[in-house]
């Protein structure tokens, strides 16, 4: 059998990166690790760089089993240009520990990988075990923090729920094979038929939903992220919180959308359900929280209703909607947790209200959370006003008005909590006014992330672009 | 040079915003250049706008039927095409030459008034976005692009109103702005979403065009009227219309000049502006009109009767802008675009002049506020005082001053549709406009000098915005007569204004003159006993001083619903959601003992929820999905 | 083999697989349970004989029931300090746990019971070995290299995560 393998380019760059970054971590003596973190990004970035010349492929590998198209080459853009960012934001984190450094940054690539094999599969073998390399890769990097009992907590929670999240996806993906008889996506669309829904097929399905829903996030499956996110390093947080988030809905959408789009009308509903459950609950839970991080989490949980809701539409449309949100929400949710970032390596403090006064003390910092807030708030002319905007209107052709509304209500209670970080950096009292220090590579970080956030919010046509070809790979409405 | 100015309107916007730019990552340590940089850019606004006011009203009649429009695509997706452009026709040219010509004035004015500031950079760079995005919601060509533009100011609002963000009652007015505004814009942005949804575009000309013929994309006149309303709710925010006014007297926290922005001619006036550009709505939809007419005369009414008993300066003329916005609002329910951006034009001026005459009071005497801590002031600051006098003749609408025309118009209007009611409210609010202005320019100009006070007549560069706009006051009104001056160019359908009869003319005047007779009575002279009739008007005027308690009607709403409502969702989270997995654990009798374990016990409890959860679903599933229904009926076809 | 003889051992593997399993959960004795966990697994292997997939029975056998057990034992051992006999106790959730997972359990069967699944397979093939390493280096190329690169990080966060407990005693 010939297989192209020029078309796994991405993938085994993406491999060598990792395994290379291995090697050199045993190679190198312990005190001359300090570049990793740049060799990482750069490597990262490259094959980021390389990614652009897979655009308008669309080729599957030994029928199906793999596909090279655009959804899968959006998404994983997507994983690289978040994997770059996050290893220079992990710099100074990784600086402070004792030892690892270079498993740090490996098995931050590992994690990438883990997310393009996902995002890529064509069956559900490869899918599954793309999500496990990612997510037990997370499994170690959220427990990374030596020594730190919250660390240790947050890696055991993630380890356990984690796990059963996987069996319950897994029991979901045999029951799948049981009744479709085969593994490969794209051969779904013709083994189940509409008319034919067996109970084994909704038992299958409800196990999936409750499997990705756990990944995403979403309500009532998210009960472990403001804790996990809370525990984990910062960088891990907010990789975790964009990749893996952006992976399992690309992984989600993959299945439902590429694979059983003929029986959608037993699904939307469903998910209009959870998606309007996540916005509210995630947004007001929101609202009381002190520690940045955990709010940034429930704001996630919000984040992945508004997500959901291109789900739910069913259409291009919707996906194209998905696909953009999530490709702006890598930046807004990276800035923020940069900031976050750089502030505790200074103070050592993730609460909210040690943030008064930032404004005074690193303006920048206060600049990019706030853009970066107002924008997953979907405040014009920020980029996530142009994403809810794909969103909602894509759900309201659909003749959802009623999610849309709940939609636009929610946005608007989440400005509170927002605005009440913005209030605290802006019109706060710094208890000390002596300026933050942050390294370069951070400022890089933030500075990329509020650039593309504003530009995208004024001209977003190059990514709708994207967006647009990555969602014409689904033959829907 | 005017086929340039029209051509590259853009700029207009565009230049206060590269000057926002220029300050803000270059400039900012360098004062005087950042305030020369603002001033230039905002200069060379004005001048192009007044070449644009040139070419679209020296064209005669071309401009009013068909707008000189031109867009870029900015972006698309199916059945939804959005683009950024210019629109320039008869109102946006006025608009933009009021507004380049205030927020000009205003920033000249800030170079006195904020000199040793140690935010004076920041200052000027906020008001040169402030600009330009009102300038950038003027020339709008869409909905779409009006609505970024319009929260780009309410934005700027927020970042100004609380720009003394050290004082705690700045921090609250912004936030109260901020919040009170939103709640308008997501009953405008349900509007747009409907009108999109209708008819297909945002686009103002096409719109215009299509929205009489509604019967054609299914929907009937009460949906219309509803779009139409829904549409009006973010003005009711945006312009401090009844019973979203709340949060316009407390902007007033925010720096003088940036007052007199905001109320003269940026974000308030953005409402009417809005108004007047989808009149063509309101037009068809007569019920929504109705609400729009009555909104605003009611508001003209009520916050004059709140502005009687007012004490601080600025909150007087707060109260009084709340009250002269209800009128430009009344003018466009009652169907006149004519008359609403008449008034809107004068009132500009004038009220401008009065904020930033306020702003030299204040400046004098190193931050007294109360009216009646003042008093003789025309002795030592002459060049204030004479100004403001102007500005209050205007405001009252004495013959020739510019608001006894515009009012006039209003009130022509309101009386030629039928509206008697309204016209009544409207006279009589026009009498006690006369009065509250006239009493705090008796209180603080005339009467005795008070020995404690020392004030001093402000810098010439604070002067000579107040000597043009009081030459405004008197001329303006000439300037854009309806009969033949800008006026006859702006409007909808037909020319429609006519002369006032005789009576119409002299009731007003009566009743201005008897507004200022009285409270010349009152504050001046001491005839009357303000004292006296203060205890006799009683519960009236604690509900007037107060302004009818509303502010604290909200703050109880706010505090017990809005912060109840997350605070009720996270205990029923962590209670009840917990809860109900623990409270199965009660028939053990061992339920306290989990919650005491939570550390140990949540990881579980996560777990439990997560199975229970998944059952649900698939039960859910099972019995409500059309799959079920099939395999009852023995597994489909 | 006849239906019978198919019926019988079935019941039996699950009988084994069924009540080793809650003896897992509910022994007090954590190495009880760790050697009741070897014998879940022979259960679950002798379902696969029955399924002829004799080379994952192979594999259940030697990796989960050789191994992985073991392991478990092993750690348990190295690890635990106090009383092994009150090692592990149920929390206070015994209830609350059994009334989800029997909810789990009802749905499970009652939907898998009303399911049609169709016409089964012919018999398996004789040489599933050869088959399956055939398929794993063409067919399934992609997921057999993840699953390799998988278990290398599985072996470097283990030793990451280990390596990092001795250090902060």
């Known amino acids: 059998m010939n297989i192209d393998y020029s078309l796994l380019t991405i993938e ?68 690289l240009v978040a994997g770059v960012l996050v290893a220079l934001a992990s710099i100074p984190y990784v600086e402070k520990l004792e030892s690892y450094r270079g498993e740090y940054y490996s098995l931050l690539v590992f994690a990438t990988l883990g997310m393009v094999v996902m995002v890529g599969a064509g069956d559900l073998i490869s899918l599954y075990l793309g999500l496990e390399l990612m997510t037990i890769t997370f499994f170690v990097l959220t427990a990374f923090k030596r020594g730190d009992s919250k660390s240790a907590e947050a890696g055991i929670k993630y380890v356990l729920l984690g796990a059963m999240s996987s069996a319950i996806l897994l029991y979901g993906l045999s029951m799948l094979y049981g009744v479709a008889k085969t593994t490969v996506i794209s051969e779904l669309v013709s083994t189940i038929q509409a008319g034919q829904i067996s109970p084994a097929l909704i038992l299958g399905l409800m196990f999936l939903v409750g499997g990705f829903g756990f990944k995403i996030s979403a309500v009532p499956f998210h009960m472990w992220s403001p804790d996990v996110y809370e525990g984990a390093p910062t960088p891990v947080t907010s990789y975790l919180a964009v990749g893996s988030k952006a992976a399992a809905f690309a992984a989600f959408v993959r299945i439902f959308m590429g694979g059983m789009p003929q029986i959608q009308e037993i699904w939307i509903a469903l998910f209009a359900g959870l998606s309007a459950l996540s916005m509210i609950i995630g947004n007001l839970i929101a609202i009381p929280q002190t520690n940045i991080k955990r709010m940034l989490a429930f704001s996630g949980v919000a984040q992945a209703g508004y997500i959901l809701t291109g789900m739910v539409a069913g259409t291009n449309a919707g996906i194209k909607g998905l696909a953009f949100y999530l490709m702006i929400y890598v930046f807004a949710t990276i800035g923020a947790f940069t900031v976050a970032i750089g502030f505790s390596n200074a103070t050592g403090s993730d609460e909210i209200k040690d943030m008064a006064g930032l404004s005074q003390r690193n303006p920048l910092m206060a600049a990019v959370m706030l853009v970066c807030l107002l924008s997953m708030a979907g405040i014009p002319p920020l980029a996530g006003f142009a994403g809810k905007l794909f969103l909602f209107s894509a759900i309201v052709a659909q003749g959802k008005l009623w999610l849309a509304l709940v939609g636009l209500i929610m946005s608007m209670v989440s400005v509170y909590y927002y605005l009440s970080v913005a209030k605290s950096m802006y019109m706060g009292e710094a208890a000390d006014p002596s300026p933050i220090e942050i390294p370069g590579s951070l400022k890089l970080v933030l500075i990329v992330s509020m650039v593309v956030t504003i530009f995208l919010g004024i001209y977003p046509a190059p990514l709708t672009g994207l967006a647009e070809a990555a969602a014409s790979v689904f033959a829907l409405k | ?570 205990w029923v989270d962590i209670y009840v959601v917990d809860g109900i997995v623990n409270g199965l654990g009660f028939f053990t009798k061992e339920a306290g003992a989990v919650l005491r374990h939570t550390q140990t016990g949540r990881l579980q409890n996560y777990a439990l929820i997560l199975f229970a959860a998944v059952v649900v679903l698939v039960l859910y599933m099972y019995f409500k999905s059309p799959a079920a229904a099939m395999i009852v009926l023995g597994g489909g076809n | 083999m006849s239906d019978a003889v198919f019926t019988v051992a079935f019941y039996v593997f699950s009988a084994v697989t069924v009540l080793a399993a809650l003896g897992v959960v509910l022994k007090k004795n954590l190495v009880h349970s760790a050697l009741l966990l070897i014998l879940a697994f022979v259960g679950v292997a002798g379902i696969y004989v029955l399924l002829q997939a004799d080379f994952i029975a192979a594999v259940q056998i030697l990796v989960y029931a050789g191994a992985v057990a073991i392991l478990v034992a092993f750690g348990v051992m190295l690890t635990k300090r106090g009383d092994i006999r009150e090692s592990n106790l149920a929390n206070r959730q015994k209830w609350p746990a059994l009334f989800v997972v029997a909810g789990v359990f009802a749905v499970i069967y009652a939907l898998l019971g009303q399911t049609n699944w169709g016409p089964l397979a012919a018999a398996g093939p004789e040489d599933s070995v050869g088959i399956l390493a055939t398929l794993m280096l063409t067919d399934f190329v992609v997921p057999f290299e993840t699953a390799a690169i998988l278990l290398t990080v599985a072996m470097l966060g283990a030793i990451v995560i280990a390596k990092e407990v001795k250090n902060s005693k």
């Open chain 2, 1 to 570: 040079m005017i086929e340039f100015a029209m051509q590259k309107a853009w700029l207009i916007p565009f230049l206060p915003f590269l000057s926002f730019v220029l300050i803000g990552l270059i400039t900012k340590r360098s004062e005087k250049l950042s305030a020369f940089i603002s001033i230039a850019c905002i200069l060379t606004s004005f001048v192009l706008a007044i070449l644009v006011a040139v070419g679209i009203f020296g064209a005669g009649e071309e401009f009013i039927e068909k707008s000189f429009e031109y867009s870029a695509r900015w972006f698309s997706m199916p059945g939804l095409e959005i683009s950024m452009g210019v629109k320039l026709d008869p109102v946006s040219s006025m608009m933009l030459f009021v507004v380049t010509l205030v927020a000009s004035l205003v920033q000249i004015y800030s170079l006195g008034y904020m000199h040793g500031d140690p935010g004076f950079s920041r200052f000027f760079a906020y008001l040169s976005l402030f600009a330009a995005s009102m300038l950038g919601l003027v020339i709008a060509t869409n909905l779409l692009q009006m609505f970024v533009f319009w929260e780009l100011v309410g934005l700027c609002s927020y970042l100004l109103i609380g720009y003394y963000y050290f004082k705690v009652s700045a921090r609250e007015a912004a936030k109260k702005a901020f919040m009170t505004t939103r709640i308008g814009d997501f009953g405008m942005l349900l509007g747009i979403l409907f009108l999109q949804i209708v008819f297909g575009t945002l686009n103002f000309t096409e719109l215009a065009e299509i929205v009489p013929k509604y019967a054609d994309y299914g929907i009937t006149l009460g949906t219309l009227n509803l779009i139409a309303i829904l549409l009006f709710i973010g003005p009711v925010g945006k312009s401090g219309q009844f019973p979203l006014h709340v949060w316009l007297p407390d902007a007033m926290e925010g720096p003088t000049p940036v007052s007199a922005l905001i109320h003269a001619a940026t974000m308030v006036v953005a409402g009417v502006y809005l108004v007047g550009r989808t009149l063509f709505l309101y037009k068809t939809a007569t019920t929504a009109a109705e609400v729009v007419a009555y909104v605003g005369g009611f508001t003209a009414f009520f916050a004059a009767t709140i502005a009687l008993t007012q004490i601080e300066m600025k909150r007087i003329l707060a109260y009084s802008t709340v009250s002269q916005l209800g009128y430009m609002i009344m003018a466009l329910g009652v169907g006149s675009l004519t008359a609403s951006m008449f008034q809107l034009f004068t009132h500009a001026f004038f009220k401008a002049l009065m904020f930033l005459g306020a702003g030299s009071v204040l400046h004098a005497m190193h931050g007294k506020v109360n009216v009646w801590d003042f008093g003789g002031l025309r002795k030592k600051m002459p060049y204030t005082a004479w100004t403001f006098v102007i500005g209050g003749l205007a405001i009252a609408g004495i013959w020739p001053f510019a608001g006894f025309y515009s009012k006039d118009e209003i009130l022509l209007e309101a009386f030629n549709t039928g509206h008697t009611g309204l016209f009544w409210l409207a006279v009589i609010t026009a009498a006690m406009t006369a009065f509250y202005m006239w009493r705090m320019i008796f209180l603080t100009f005339f009467g005795e000098e008070k020995a404690e006070n020392h004030p001093h007549e402000s810098p010439f560069s604070m002067l000579l915005p107040l000597f043009v706009l009081a030459f405004l006051s008197v001329v303006g009104g000439w300037v854009a007569l309806p009969e033949h001056g800008w006026g006859y160019y702006i409007r909808l359908g037909e020319h429609e204004a006519g002369h006032a009869p005789a009576w119409m003319i002299a009731t007003a005047t009566t009743a201005a003159v008897g507004g200022i007779a009285l409270a010349a009575a009152m504050y001046w002279k001491k005839i009357i006993s303000y004292e006296a009739v203060g205890k006799a008007a009683g519960p009236l005027y604690t509900l007037s001083f107060n302004k009818y308690f509303i502010d604290e009607f909200y703050l109880w709403i706010n505090h017990t619903i809005v912060d109840g409502l997350g605070r009720l969702l996270y």
């Open chain 1, 12 to 79: 085994m760059l993406t491999a060598g990166l990792a395994l290379g970054l291995l090697v050199l971590s045993l190679v190198v003596p312990g005190d001359q690790r300090k570049g990793f973190g740049y060799l990482t990004a750069a490597g990262l970035a490259i094959i980021f760089a390389i990614s652009f010349a897979f655009n308008g492929v669309n080729k599957e590998i030994i029928g199906g089993m793999y596909l090279i198209d655009d959804f899968g080459n959006f998404f994983k853009q997507l994983a």
